[in-house]
């Protein structure tokens, strides 16, 4: 399976990290090119994002259960070789969720809003009745990442799934260029235009968003999508960016997942 990846805005610089230029989160990648994901050779032109309308209808049934959401994330098995699971430091590891730092945090966006680019679904939408997320790292500095959030309310496509959808991208429309600092103070660059992709689930967005600091990029590839009554957003990071074939797969496959049409 070939493709090229992803991780949050956040995630996305802890590969420069790794490459000795900067650190917001996450975990290095390997080096091996043998398990490298293909890149997309073509460079998307720049275009602004649009929002896009979700279902008229939300079918299927509400998960309530963060479990069950959890249990219908993208596995190892999903991946090609060479992508390990970053754990989650409070949930996986036991760590305290609001740790006590030497150094004052010096991170910082503008305009703020713009922050909320890439955040979890859930966070940005609130009332989810199930929460999950799912994160790996890669090959040089590529990383895939996943979370999703359902909905109980909003059987008519209004409120509930549909309007958490319609959140997470009017986020994006106020955000084509914007700039920030990491934890250490050190300059970040982003800018956010929309891909083409194909549908994916009951309805779907997609965007690439360029994030630069010390001369070093990692360019992500993210589809948001809805399914029944969740809402999924899917991202893959790499230095290149991604196969577009490769990717849709990939976001087919998580949208299958959470409909529950593939098993664990």
């Known amino acids: 399976m070939g493709f090229g990846v992803r991780s949050a805005a956040k995630s996305v610089l802890s590969a420069a990290l790794c490459a000795g230029a900067l650190l917001i989160l996450g975990a290095c990648g390997g080096t091996d090119d043998a398990a490298t994901i293909d890149a997309g050779t073509d460079s998307p032109p720049a275009a602004p994002v649009t929002v896009v309308d979700g279902p008229d209808v939300l079918s299927g049934s509400v998960i309530t259960d963060s479990a069950d959401l959890q249990a219908r994330m993208l596995t190892p098995s999903d991946l090609p070789d060479g992508y390990a699971v970053v754990?989650?430091?409070?949930?996986?590891?036991?760590?305290?969720?609001?740790?006590?730092?030497?150094?004052?945090?010096?991170?910082?966006?503008?305009?703020?809003?713009?922050?909320?680019?890439?955040?979890?679904?859930?966070?940005?939408?609130?009332g989810a009745s199930a929460m999950a997320d799912v994160r790996y790292s890669g090959p040089n500095f590529s990383s895939i990442d996943e979370d999703a959030a359902s909905y109980a309310g909003g059987e008519d496509g209004v409120g509930g799934a549909g309007e958490a959808f319609r959140t997470v991208q009017n986020t994006l429309v106020g955000c084509t260029e914007y700039s920030g600092t990491d934890a250490d103070g050190i300059d970040v660059d982003f800018s956010l235009s929309a891909r083409d992709q194909s549908p994916v689930g009951?309805?779907?967005?997609?965007?690439r968003l360029a994030t630069t600091s010390e001369g070093f990029t990692l360019v992500s590839d993210v589809v948001i999508s809805v399914v029944d009554h969740t809402v999924f957003q899917l991202s893959v990071t790499s230095q290149e960016g991604v196969d577009a074939a490769s990717f849709t797969a990939l976001a087919e496959t998580a949208a299958e997942r959470i409909r529950g049409d593939l098993g664990s």
């Open 87 to 126: 754990p989650d430091p409070v949930r996986d590891l036991g760590l305290d969720p609001a740790p006590e730092y030497d150094s004052p945090d010096r991170s910082s966006t503008e305009p703020q809003e713009c922050a909320d680019v890439l955040a979890a679904v859930g966070m940005q939408s609130a």
């Open 202 to 207: 009951d309805a779907s967005t997609s965007f």
